[in-house]
């Protein structure tokens, strides 16, 4: 499995932007399809946005038009940019690595809390 550690979450006052980042190991990053996952307490787990191995993306309807998701297979990275936070983005934000021979990997998440 690859590891994944993530980064750059915080306090943002509403309105505001915010880059997470997600570092991976190993050499082949680029195979894999990754994504970006949230929980808030009392909620599941669900998917905001993911994107292929190839570049192709997809967002929930929540997020669409103020986060964008992005990798550097050079730097085994992938990223998400989030603007025009909202108070309900507040959340963990979880990294997620999938292959579809490979075990898939999670990051142990990074909480991001949107308040003024």
């Known amino acids: 499995q690859v590891q994944l550690v993530e980064s750059g979450g915080g306090l943002v006052q509403p309105g505001g932007s915010l880059r997470v980042s997600c570092a991976a190991s190993g050499s082949i990053f680029s195979m894999y399809a990754m994504g970006w996952y949230r929980q808030a307490p009392g909620k599941q787990r669900e998917l905001v946005a993911a994107i292929t191995s190839g570049g192709s993306t997809n967002y929930a309807d929540s997020v669409k038009g103020r986060f964008t998701i992005s990798r550097d297979n050079a730097k085994s990275s992938v990223y998400l940019q989030m603007n025009s936070l909202k108070p309900e983005d507040t959340a963990v934000y979880y990294c997620?690595?999938?292959?579809?021979?490979?075990?898939?990997?999670w990051g142990q998440g990074t909480q991001v809390t949107v308040s003024s």
């Open positions: 997620y690595a999938h292959h579809n021979v490979l075990a898939d990997s």
